[in-house]
């Protein structure tokens, strides 16, 4: 595998765990079934 494969792998795991962070920073988890018991 070449660094710029590498890096791709990185990022993307990088971008999952920015976007759950930012989901559960808005009350949200990705286990929580259905969403709308926590919308207020």
């Known amino acids: ?3 710029e ?3 791709r792998i990185l ?3 990088e971008f999952e ?3 759950n ?3 559960k ?3 949200f988890s990705p ?3 259905p969403p709308e ?3 207020a």
């Open 17 to 19: 765990v920015t976007a």
């Open 31 to 33: 286990t929580a079934s």
């Open 11 to 13: 990022s993307k795991q």
């Open 1 to 3: 595998m070449n660094d």
């Open 5 to 7: 494969g590498l890096e």
């Open 37 to 39: 018991t926590i919308a």
């Open 21 to 23: 962070t930012r989901l």
């Open 25 to 27: 920073h808005f009350g």
